[in-house]
């Protein structure tokens, strides 16, 4: 068997259609065996090439044959020179000759030579292909996302990781520069409620000049200030920034909360556990209608607590104690702190510090044992004395159907910075390459990433396709 595969252009005025010989299949015949059926991979990828390097000549030459007469005398401006040129596209490289004519001799022209493609073709590359890059650039790291692409799509085979990475930084950078779809600035909303957390990712290694050229710089973290913002019954919104202790921080952070709805007027809760590069946004932000301490942050350290505590449980220390009276008031000290009563957990705190300080004397060999538990107390007294203002009932918060911990941020976390850069990629990033993947990461999460990306790669015009038969067959 074998199939022609024919392209025809036509102008729509009934003139006789260009007809352009693509390529040709060729089967044998087939077998129950084989299940060689249909078109392959391959075959699919070379026509779909042979197919755009057809309709880019096409498409660019009669931009041309109109563009070549003088717009004021009519003349047809002669060719001064002309070389060819490559077009990057979806489906592979598309070359063509790119001419330049000479200037009208009506003096029309203000310029010596004529480019027709100097603001029409403005890249090498189109936008839905840096749209592409961009989108799976966001998702996946770059040499796989490269690998994605090459693997389904023709490619130019000049493109590599570094041209997807490069892709996806510009529209991350035009996405922080850009307002988000659907501004809600003048609509009033009710109490929200605002999670804010912070994420670090490793830094790559810089190399090191000067004395020591070959030599590495010792690789740190890059904080990633996260921040979802949920209205009461509805989905948070994800914003992220990768300058935590930049000024513009605040605000970048108040135009997202006027962006979402919630402007100075607005009361919004914000939840937290006190990082130290979250004090001074969350207690400046003129939103805030004060700010609570994330419980889920105190519940791991009172559960660290708790594990040493149980080898040293049984045990009468006083007079009047029980034979689990360590264990027993430590119940009451967390039940304390749940409900928001400050002056008895501060007793019941210090009280079980001074146990802890007996039973370090009186039971040598557990010594080391109540002598952690005692370290670890001391770091709960010190962050709840810090944080004391910020402390709730929160088992009334909790009953009323309202937020006590951070736990719709940290899955933000999970999904716009672990899985992307080191939790499950174990990857590291630059700093100057985080804050803008982190905000085509957040696009995408917030389901604005097509609409943000394509103010700065606009590809997707006027597109029309009809079949054969509605052409022969008019409605």
Request: glycine share 8%; net charge positive; aromatic share 8%.
């Amino acid at each position: 068997m074998r199939c022609t595969v024919v392209l025809e252009f036509d102008d729509g005025t009934g003139m006789d259609p260009r007809r352009v010989e693509l390529m040709r299949l060729h089967r044998q015949d087939a077998s129950a065996e084989s299940g060689d059926v249909g078109i392959s991979l391959i075959e699919g990828k070379t026509l779909l090439q042979t197919v755009q390097q057809e309709f880019v000549v096409e498409q660019l030459s009669r931009f041309c044959v109109r563009r070549r007469p003088c717009e004021v005398c009519g003349a047809v401006r002669l060719v001064h020179d002309s070389h060819c040129s490559t077009l990057k596209t979806v489906f592979g490289a598309a070359f063509y000759r790119r001419d330049r004519w000479k200037a009208c001799a009506c003096g029309a022209d203000r310029s010596r030579y004529v480019s027709p493609f100097k603001e029409y073709l403005v890249e090498a590359t189109t936008s839905e292909l840096r749209w592409l890059h961009a989108s799976l650039g966001a998702m996946m790291p770059y040499r796989q996302a490269m690998r994605v692409v090459e693997l389904l799509l023709p490619t130019s085979g000049r493109d590599n990781h570094v041209t997807l990475r490069n892709h996806t930084l510009a529209v991350g950078a035009a996405i922080q520069r850009a307002t988000p779809p659907g501004r809600r600035a003048d609509v009033v909303e009710p109490v929200g409620e605002l999670g804010i957390d912070v994420g670090y990712v490793r830094k790559v290694e810089e190399a090191v000049t000067g004395e020591h050229p070959g030599r590495r710089k010792d690789s740190s973290s890059i904080a990633i200030v996260v921040a979802a913002l949920r209205p009461v019954g509805k989905a948070p919104k994800i914003w992220a920034s990768a300058m935590p202790r930049s000024k513009c921080l605040q605000t970048e952070m108040t135009k997202f909360l006027a962006d979402s709805g919630y402007g100075s007027g607005s009361r919004v809760r914000v939840l937290t556990d006190a990082a130290k590069d979250l004090s001074s946004v969350t207690n400046t932000l003129p939103q805030a209608g004060g700010w609570v301490l994330d419980w889920a942050h105190i519940g791991r350290l009172l559960r660290h607590v708790g594990q040493t505590l149980g080898p040293l449980a049984y045990g009468r220390l006083t007079p009047t104690g029980s034979a689990f009276e360590l264990w027993d008031l430590f119940v009451r000290f967390r039940s304390y702190v749940w409900t928001g009563k400050s002056k008895r957990w501060k007793r019941a705190g210090d009280r079980l510090y001074e146990l802890l300080e007996l039973r370090e004397e009186r039971d040598p060999e557990n010594a080391s044992r109540a002598r952690a538990a005692r370290h670890r107390l001391m770091n709960v007294l010190c962050y709840l004395e810090a944080n004391i203002d910020s402390l709730i009932d929160y088992r009334r918060w909790q009953q009323g159907g309202r937020r006590i911990s951070t736990g719709f941020v940290e899955s933000a976390i999970n999904r716009l910075v672990g899985r992307r850069m080191c939790k499950g990629q174990h990857m590291r990033w630059s700093r100057a390459g985080a804050p803008y993947l982190v905000q085509a990461r957040a696009a995408i999460l917030n389901q604005e990433f097509d609409d943000l990306a394509r103010r700065h790669v606009p590809w997707k015009g006027e597109r029309r396709v009809s079949w054969p038969w509605q052409q022969s067959h008019p409605s």
